[in-house]
DNA sequence: GACTGTGAAAAGTTTCACAGCT
DNA sequence: AGCTGTGAAACTTTTCACAGTC
């Protein structure tokens, strides 16, 4: 499943053995994704850099930029097929597959996770729950039932599990992200505010609430400032 | 509660009006809070920017750059007091303030979030809540009573709330978003899969999940390639 | 005429390396 | 001796501007 026959091509560099693509790039294809993907469902079938531009508030040359690292999909004079530049970008990025996900943790955020009927349509399948909790094991929450750790490895392998969610107490995040790694699993969505370490060609992201807002206080700080200044006293 | 006295100088800049800090910088700061936080509970009292480096992994070099925007720290030759340079981020952060915040939308996701334990111990006090349905105003949850949309610009000035947490359905961000800036309110987390549209002067953060499961798959795709490279089928 | 794709310039960010303080 | 604070260098990312194509 996370094998994908693929035949990339930037015409411009047909015969180079790996260019690099800047992580930051990576990080805004999934926005164009889903501006596209709006785009479609509202019937609109051609855009341009300047309209995608608008609607993400990002620059029409970042977005030409951004699109030339994988290849030419605008006609020039035209602009962009809604219906083809989405296709593409999704194989780019991995999603026309399906990807089988493990939820590990079932308090109250791992519940209302399992019920967030968000992942579903963008090929995310949430399959396995696994608590440690004795209580929890066996209950089913958004039409899964809950294993114990101990079936991890086996149900990991079996049931193809390449991304897990974590959702357990902070103080047992390191752990859990241990076991997930040595099962296998390659990317890890982090919903503890735990730094967890991982060997490099393992992926973690991390949803946290609690710093976005600690950031922005910076800016309410000093009311009135607009960007980032930083007011001195004298 | 949003105006605080404060007496910032950075030494070697005592005269300058308005010094830029970069937001990449804003936006590690509240990490380096977090991990203040940690030495200090486990009695450290004195850190360098070596250790803090390997915490967070980033390198030292850059926690001193960060640092220096704002002021020196330390002391050559020993580290960092971490209960000074704790208490001196929190000031720069705002976070010695009490922040008082409002949810709008009570649906699971909602629900989830007024439940959640993990605001209240740094600074964030949720003190109301906002909702549509009728059958949901009046509801208490986490300990807060459900108000209808339309008492929103009165709770909002009389309770000094200035940061939102935005969690309605999709359709309804824009027009939730619109009257939570009418109503001043300076700062919102979005947990909604939309880009919300906000004068300049409003901070804005989205908690999207998808999208950090779709800017991974792009890396688990061609399996066995650690950073971000780009083969090509020749 | 309109818009892409892209080298080159500009801007922003990180890392280096070392003077200077403790 | 050890570690900070910081200019300057190296690197990354964004923006510009225009040749080329539709």
């Not at 004079?77 to 989405?86: D, E, K």
């Not at 968000?118 to 440690?132: E, R, S, Y």
Request: proline share 6%; glycine share 8%; hydrophobic share 40%.
């Amino acid at each position: 499943m996370s094998t994908i026959p693929r035949d990339f091509k930037p015409a411009h560099l047909a015969s180079a053995s790996a260019i690099e693509v800047p992580e930051v790039v990576i990080d805004r294809l999934p926005q164009y994704v889903r501006t596209l993907t709006q785009l479609l469902d509202e019937g609109v079938e051609v855009t341009n850099s300047q309209q995608l531009g608008a609607q993400l508030q990002v620059t029409p040359a970042q977005i030409r930029k951004d699109l030339s690292y994988f290849g030419r999909f605008g006609k020039q004079g035209r602009g962009y097929r809604v219906r083809h530049l989405l296709t593409e970008l999704k194989q780019i990025l991995g999603l026309d597959a399906q990807w089988n996900v493990a939820v590990v943790g079932v308090g109250r955020l791992g519940n209302a996770i399992l019920n967030y009927p968000g992942f579903n349509p963008d090929g995310f399948h949430l399959v396995a729950a696994f608590d440690n909790n004795p209580d929890n094991v066996g209950r089913e929450v958004g039409g899964i039932a809950i294993q114990p750790m101990m079936d991890l490895a086996e149900t990991v392998s079996s049931r193809d599990i390449t991304i897990a969610i974590v959702a357990v107490p902070s103080a047992h995040t390191q752990s859990v992200v241990d076991q997930l790694v040595d099962c296998g699993v390659r990317a890890i969505l982090n919903y503890t505010p735990i730094n967890a370490q991982v060997p490099s060609d393992v992926r973690v992201r991390s949803i946290d609430p609690v710093l976005a807002l600690q950031s922005m206080t910076y800016y309410l700080t000093f009311q009135g400032h607009e960007s980032n200044g930083y007011r001195s006293a004298g």
